[in-house]
Each structure stands twice: as C-alpha cells, then as structure tokens.
C-alpha cells in the first residue's frame, strides 16, 4: 500500500492510496469515520442550572461539542488500568461556572474550562445556552476517547470518501477532422464535461485537472466526440481520498491513525484464522 499526499489542510485532506482493492479501500473509509478515538463529553455533574434549559438537554448540547484531541496521553477507558472507572489517563475534566449578574447573558464554549489545556473545544464560538440577568450555570463535565461506532459524537473524521483514481487518454489522431473553431468556452468537446477537464491548447485536446475527473464517461459518449478519441477509465488498485477533520486532530493523524487500526485488524483476523486452523488439526 502506497500512500501519496496530494492536498492538506489544517481540517482537510485528499490523498492517493495504491496497491489496494476495493473492499480495502472502503474498509479504511470506515475505519477512519467510526474507529479512530476522539474526545466528546459523555457525563457532567450539575451543581446549579437556573437557566431556561433543562440539565438533560444542555448535557447534550456538551456531548456534541468538537473537542481537540489527544491520542498520545489519553486512552479509551475501556482499556485503560482503571477498568473504565475514570482517571487522569482516561479522563479530562471540563468546569464552568457563569452567572449572569446584570444582565441577560449566553453562554458559549468559552466559557468552558478544561484542567487539560490540550483538550478544549475546537471553536470558542458555539452557544451552549442562553441565561436571564440573575440566572446561574454551575457545573463539571467529564471527557473521554469514544469511538464514532458507538456514537457519532466521537467521530475524528466529519467526511471519509474515495473514488477511483482517473486514466484520460486522449487520441490525438482519432481528432484530426474535428473542427475546433478556436474557442475553448463554446466547443462540444469541453463544455460536454461537467467538471471542466478538458480544453484544447495549440489545437491538441489536453487535460487541465486529472484530479477533477469524476468517471462520469459523458466526453466518451458524447455525439459530437469522434469514436475512440477520449477514453476515461478508473486505474485499478489505485483510489483518491477525501478527509475532512471535525478539528479534534489534524487530519494526517486521523489517515495514519485509520491505517494502523486497519493493519492491527488484519493482524489480528490473521492470529485467530491461524489459531482455528491448529486447533483444528489437534482435533483431527
Ligand atoms: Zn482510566
């Protein structure tokens, strides 16, 4: 499996992974949707709430709150040492404390204090809830690694797809009676394709953006398209995917991270495949 770059941002990535099947590919797709840890909410303590929400639903609102993540210091607690009881390893606490003495007031994701620096909400902008001039919001919150499978709030990845990495070629020889009339913006050939691949340049037909292709074959089809002239068709083995973060790690992490838990999976299929065979063969 050869991984490639192609774009990366602090929340987005494309890249191209070759040397893969299908099935792998959306196994990973998978893997890094619902199976690499983040950080979410999952219990809070109130101690005062006089504001017009009930403790249930602003203890939602908290759980759906993107929150930076840190897979080096935290683990799941199910697998942590205190058999999910909750510790420093496990667990961060998240306090807030805000009373509207004045006047009306909202409470935002500022306002929210994590004893772990590293772990905060990813915007300091979402609303948590409204409160009248004398109401008070007392409360401790608790955050742990989840899993996107068991619960959306804890997925890294908000967006995890891929397609088929795209091959056009273009005969040169098949267009030597079509007529271009010098105008890229009018021709058949280039305005047949949806996503703008095509363009002719010192009278030959090239491709401007490979990766803009989306295998959709209309400037094969097309009527006006002399036969055999573009060919489009996917390269087997070789996918181009897109990743988006929900801000809790860069999103290079959540594609390394999605591998290694892919490989570990395989890894292990393979132990209990070899462990049925010799217990078959003892029986035998
Ligand atoms: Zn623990």
Known sequence: MKVNILTRTDKRMSFVVDGIDVETANALRRIMLTEVPAMAIHEVLFIENSTPLYDEIIAHRLGLIPLTSDLDSYVLSE?????????????????????????????????????????????????????SKGSKLLFEAYARLGLGKDHAKYQAATKATYKYYPEITINQAA?????????????????????NVLKWEKNELVVTDLMRCNLCGTCMRGLETPKGAVVVKAVPGKFIFFLESSGSMP??????????????????FGDLVKELIEKQGRAG
């Open 251 to 268: 999103p290079d992490r959540i594609m390394r991270e999605g591998i290694k838990i892919f490989q570990e999976k395989v890894g292990r």
């Open 175 to 195: 267009l030597k009676d079509y007529e271009y009339k010098g105008d890229n913006e009018n021709d058949p050939l280039v305005t047949m394709c949806p996503r």
């Open 79 to 131: 697998q942590c040492k205190c058999e999910g009881a909750g510790c420093e390893r496990c667990q961060v606490g998240i306090q807030c404390s805000v009373a509207a003495k004045d006047a009306n007031r909202n409470v935002y994701t500022s306002d929210l204090v994590s004893l772990d620096p590293k772990i905060r909400p990813v915007s300091d902008k979402i609303m948590i809830t409204k409160m």
